[in-house]
């Protein structure tokens, strides 16, 4: 049995039931609620499911955003879940707390965490603009699992020397300066395999990132170290534009690392540890917050204090330095 409504003001409601009194009975509730002047469009709600608004998000949303590989490949993996055949109307926050039980079998909390984050943008996407009435979002009714504990890996002894040397029998040529590159500036692998020589000062020793993860632009001092590798890297003289890394991407980078990282023997050792070590490695050199911040583009103290884990040993020895002459005295300028 169809049940349809037609009335001046309203767009028409349509509804199909295997009972004649049921039709009648969600006919005269639409109607109820268009006396009353509560109704609201459920059209969209009712047809299209979660894999519905996926397809449409990985459409007109993701391509607009920054980090749209990571986001795609997540939301694709999303929609080959029963999960995404659910109709929106049904789905509710039990169904996100099953998937999010049933993934904690499989992956990580971090993992579970950016995909929940994810999905729960596809519907609030759909509730503000796709027409998608829902009372709220049942992703942000779902308690989240414990977050991981923040990584403190740095390169222990003999680690460094041993990477180093398992990178000379890497297939990818590019793996040894981008490491440095890594090591001595505290840009990211996404920031490192995007540069451009026309956004490099080679006599300034400044390599400008015009967007970075957090939205903003930062010039980002080089080492001399760092400055000699860009400068072995540059074909020629003449060179003024094009990538750094030509034909390079951050996947080809992520598994080279990770094959030179089994080569070495190194455990649980990520690329973006290499950030860790370059920021531990800045205030090791006596450097403030404040420049170390300008350095890594880190926008709050908090998030530098999550990426900065200094050697115990080197502050002991600090502890025992000799104050300085003018501490003995009172002495100010």
């Known amino acids: 049995w169809r049940a349809k409504i037609r009335r001046k003001g309203y767009p028409e409601q349509t509804q199909s039931f295997d009972l004649k009194s049921k039709a009648e009975a969600w006919a005269r509730s639409i109607e109820n609620e268009m006396d009353k002047g509560t109704f609201i469009d459920r059209t969209e709600t009712e047809r299209n499911t979660l894999g519905d608004l996926i397809d449409r998000y990985l459409k007109e949303v993701t391509p607009l955003k920054r980090g749209k590989g990571p986001e795609a490949s997540r939301l694709q993996a999303l929609r080959q879940r029963p999960l995404a055949a659910l109709k929106m109307s049904a789905l509710s926050s039990k169904h996100i707390a099953q998937y999010r039980d049933e993934r904690l079998k499989e992956v990580s909390a971090g993992t579970i965490n ?12 759909g509730r503000r603009e796709w027409s998608i009435q829902l009372p709220e979002n049942p992703v942000r009714m779902v308690r989240r699992p414990a977050a ?175 104050p300085s002459k003018d501490t003995e005295t009172g002495a100010s300028e």
């Open 114 to 125: 950016k995909e929940l984050n994810h999905l729960a943008h596809v519907i609030e996407t």
């Open 148 to 322: 991981p504990k923040a990584r403190d890996r740095r390169f222990r002894e003999g680690e460094e020397a041993q990477l180093r040397q398992a990178c000379d029998d890497a297939r990818n040529p590019f793996l040894v300066p981008v490491i440095e590159l890594a090591i001595e500036s505290g840009m990211r692998q996404g920031e490192i395999v995007g540069l451009l020589w026309q956004h490099i000062d080679l006599a300034g020793r400044v390599a400008h990132l015009p967007l970075t993860k957090n939205g903003e632009a930062r010039s980002v001092p080089l080492s001399r170290k760092a400055g000699t590798v860009l400068a072995a890297l540059r074909p020629s003289e003449d060179t003024k534009s094009g990538p750094v890394f030509p034909g390079l991407t951050t996947e080809a980078i992520k598994r080279a690392f990770m094959r030179a990282c089994d080569r070495a023997g190194l455990v649980d050792f990520h690329f973006h540890d290499l950030r860790h070590e370059a920021t531990s490695r800045l205030f090791e050199k006596g450097l403030n917050p404040m420049e170390v911040a300008s350095i890594t583009g880190h926008k709050t103290l908090q998030m530098l204090k999550r990426y900065t884990h200094l050697n115990a040993g080197d502050l002991a020895a600090k502890l025992d330095d000799p």
